[in-house]
């Protein structure tokens, strides 16, 4: 399954919102009703680690201003209020089939 | 809280074998249901996976790397392992070991990469 990100890069002001789009090339609609689509964000020299799960749920501990929404091949992760701390690379992933596949990832720049 | 950490080779030459260790701290490796994973990022590139095995010792691979691939699981060191055969400079990148988990309540199959090595690069060069 073919993951494609967009924007590559993506300069925010800090305050504003910020949207990101990942789109794949087949359903990622399981039949349990989850859509297999994971966020994830590295932080500069940090390993990445996880935003959203199954396209819409926060994992613990992440602020609510990320959010995610879409369904079936079609995906975004919005950000209310952009802050500092949330500069780096963000990668959706596809977990419905191996192989595992990422986007190639937005760069998320503070102004 | 579980902690991995990859070791191996800095330095690798072309059509040799990369092995890599990861070894988990804080939990043992044969225990509950995890996904042992592998996950390779070239410089300045986006992620790939490589591949993992299962608390069971069941495998997948990527296909892209199957042939070359073998990742297992060593319960008397509390390691698993990653062997890369025949290396070429596109082979060149940082290594993640990383631990898939499920989540109460959700499908049993699914896994999220929940804890991370810190990541070891390897370069493939004569």
């Known amino acids: 399954i073919v993951m494609t990100q967009s924007p590559l890069s993506l300069p925010v002001t800090p305050g504003e919102p910020a949207s990101i789009s990942c789109v794949s090339n087949?359903?990622?609609?399981?039949?349990?009703?989850?859509?297999?689509l994971d966020w994830y964000l590295q932080k500069p020299g940090q390993s990445p680690h996880l935003l959203i799960f199954l396209a819409s749920n926060r994992a613990s501990g992440v602020p609510d201003r990320f959010s995610g929404s879409g369904s079936g091949t079609d995906f975004t992760l919005k950000i209310s209020r952009v802050e500092a701390e949330d500069a780096g690379v963000y990668y959706c992933?596809?977990?419905?089939?191996?192989?595992?596949?990422f986007g190639g990832g937005t760069k998320v720049e503070i102004k | 809280q579980v902690q991995l950490q990859e070791s191996g080779p800095g330095l690798v030459k072309p059509s040799q074998t990369l092995a890599l260790t990861c070894t988990v701290s804080?939990?043992?490796?044969?225990?509950?249901?995890?996904?042992w994973s592998w996950i390779r990022q070239p410089a300045g590139k986006g992620l790939e996976w490589i591949g993992r095995i299962y608390t069971s010792g069941s495998t997948k691979y990527n296909p892209s790397l199957k042939s070359r691939v073998t990742v297992s699981l060593d319960t008397s060191k509390n390691q698993f392992s990653l062997k890369l055969s025949s290396m070429t400079a596109t082979d060149t990148a940082v290594y993640y070991c990383?631990?898939?988990?499920?989540?109460?309540?959700?499908?049993?199959?699914?896994?999220?990469?929940?804890?991370w090595g810190q990541g070891t690069l390897v370069t493939v060069s004569s």
């Open positions: 087949q359903s990622l609609l399981h039949s349990d009703g989850y859509n297999y």
């Open positions: 992933m596809q977990s419905l089939q191996a192989p595992l596949t």
């Open positions: 990383a631990r898939g988990d499920g989540i109460p309540g959700y499908n049993s199959g699914w896994y999220y990469f929940a804890s």
């Open positions: 804080g939990g043992s490796i044969s225990s509950g249901s995890h996904y």
